[in-house]
């Protein structure tokens, strides 16, 4: 199930993010990686913040992570939100490269149940022929 | 620092309105009325001025404003980047550079704001062109990783912040509604505030959410207006009518890997619940020779009140953590508070012009602000946090 009604803005298909959104598409997670230095980065970018290397690869990471932070948006900005809210947007740390930071959504959780160190996983929402986008949804801890 | 002293010697203004009120007088016509308020105000004729300033992509250059007022000589013209007001002080470094080598003598820093000129907030998002389209054209727009998640609006971006610092430190909506009910009270003193209105905090529990922990009463205003102030030299000050409001020190800069746009939320973690403005608040205080404990007022970038906790914490009032219960304990407000904040009532009740708490620090520092701190010597203003390039700046008698 779509997490919103109407699909919103979708990302470019063009430049240095291209293969992001066409491994999502494929689902599979990928992140930038400098193939020197070995140091993630996310958003995608020409070169390499640590060693400035131009040379890198999209490696596949698990998709497993944690909550870093969370908002319950409950203001209807636009009108394709009309009704669709209050409506969950978190940032999850990735367990491979807790500094790469991916905005997405929670699914399958209610909002109330959202908090911060809460671990989850990858799921892929398919918008259309071209774009998948990566959502995430809670992991169940064994104790 | 040996360098000689810029300083500020004339403020100006235009009338501070609610969002469009303004819009059939254009950002020009703003941002010329309050160029010549602020050469009235210094006692300076306006064929004086050979230099302009701003910040933020401001749609007006020097050479459009220098065209208009007929100035016989420009001699100075530049921006600094940065989004927001985020390097509003970024154009005091400008000024003041610029003065001290005497590229021009009297330079103009000013911001002129119609909001609905500008591409700002949730309206520009909205219509029927929004819905699946692409971001943008631009490959490397960072909106991507952002937009089709639906986090649309700065509320929601500083909600973010404002979230992972309650759940790292126990910092409580209530220290926010502190925030707003402090800027409140001091905008009730001020004539020229836009919501003056007192509130308490049971009102603040009461106002709904906009991006949760942020409620409305969080936010600031959006307004049109324009703000200006003159920048000379300390020798040229002395033959200007107004007190000369000293430049500390000005600095601009960004926290290392802090993104410029930070849509995406790819700032390190270690960072996140913070305002990335410490290690520029260190450079400000050891350049100037000066420490926290040595200023009277501050007047910070409250677009969002959970933005005065994480102040307090980069600027070095009080330790990481400790924002929230430093506002409760020590107090913000102009007449009880150990540290006053925002005594014209901030861009949250007073005016959203980007640079109008900057004319509070030099009105302070005069001794004309109509909730004027005791013995006020030392004014810190600040940009908004959360971007980079931010930027700050220390004035003093």
């Not at chain 1, 959504?105 to 909002?111: D, K």
């Not at chain 2, 208009?68 to 000589?73: A, C, F, Q």
């Amino acid at each position: 199930m779509a997490f919103f009604p109407i699909p919103f803005h979708l990302p470019s298909l063009e430049g240095p993010a291209a293969p992001y959104w066409a491994a999502t598409r494929e689902g599979r997670l990928v992140v930038q990686r400098c193939a020197d230095c070995q140091a993630w980065r996310h958003p995608p970018g020409p070169v390499c913040w640590r060693c400035r290397s131009a040379n890198a690869a999209f490696e596949p990471v698990s998709g497993k992570g944690e909550i870093l932070s969370y908002t319950i948006v409950h203001q209807e900005l636009v009108p394709e939100l009309a009704g669709v809210g209050p409506y969950n947007v978190i940032v999850v740390s990735l367990a491979e490269a807790p500094d790469v930071h991916i905005v997405s959504n929670l699914v399958g959780t209610p909002n109330a149940e959202i908090a911060v160190g809460l671990p989850v996983e990858v799921v892929f929402e398919v918008v259309d022929a071209e774009v998948a986008l990566p959502r995430f949804r809670r992991v169940e801890v064994s104790s | 620092m040996a360098r000689a002293e810029p300083c500020i010697v004339g403020i100006g203004q235009t009338e501070y309105a609610f969002r469009g009120q303004l819009a059939h007088r254009g950002a020009l016509s703003l941002a010329l009325e309050a160029v010549k308020n602020a050469a009235a105000d210094a006692g300076l004729p306006i064929d004086a001025i050979d230099g302009f300033a701003s910040f933020s992509d401001d749609p007006l250059d020097g050479g459009v404003l220098a065209f208009e007022l007929g100035l016989p000589e420009l001699r100075y013209s530049a921006m600094a980047w940065g989004g927001g007001g985020a390097n509003a002080m970024g154009a005091l470094v400008l000024a003041a550079d610029a003065v001290r080598s005497g590229s021009a003598n009297y330079v103009v820093v000013f911001r002129a704001i119609i909001m609905d000129e500008t591409k700002r907030f949730g309206k520009s998002l909205s219509g029927p062109a929004f819905s699946g389209k692409r971001t943008t054209s631009d490959p490397f727009s960072m909106v991507q990783f952002s937009m089709p998640f639906g986090l649309l609006s700065p509320a929601q971006t500083y909600a973010l912040s404002a979230r992972r610092h309650m759940a790292l430190y126990g910092t409580t909506t209530e220290h926010f509604g502190h925030v707003a009910v402090a800027m409140r009270r001091h905008a009730a003193r001020n004539p020229i505030a836009l919501r003056r209105t007192p509130i308490t905090l049971d009102d603040h529990a009461a106002s709904p959410f906009i991006a949760d922990p942020i409620r409305r009463l969080d936010c600031c205003q959006e307004n049109d207006g324009a703000c200006a102030y003159l920048v000379t030299t300390a020798e040229r000050a002395r033959d200007l009518r107004r007190p000369t409001v000293r430049v500390l020190n000005a600095v601009m800069g960004g926290m290392p890997r802090w993104p410029s746009d930070p849509a995406s939320q790819n700032m390190r973690t270690a960072d996140f619940a913070t305002g990335g403005q410490a290690p520029l608040a260190r450079r400000l205080f050891g350049e100037a020779g000066v420490k926290p404990d040595d200023v009277d007022v501050a007047l910070l970038f409250d677009n969002f009140t959970p933005q005065i906790v994480m102040s307090l914490e980069d600027l070095g009032f009080c330790k990481p953590g400790e924002g929230g219960p430093f506002i409760v304990d020590q107090g913000i407000s102009w007449d009880r508070g150990k540290l006053p904040i925002n005594t014209h009532g901030g861009l949250h009740s007073e005016a959203y012009v980007h640079m109008n708490h900057v004319l509070e620090g030099i009105r302070q520092i005069r001794g004309t602000s109509t909730a004027q701190v005791a013995n006020c010597e030392i004014a810190l203003v600040a940009g908004t946090p959360g971007r980079s390039p931010t930027s700050l700046a220390l004035l003093a008698r």
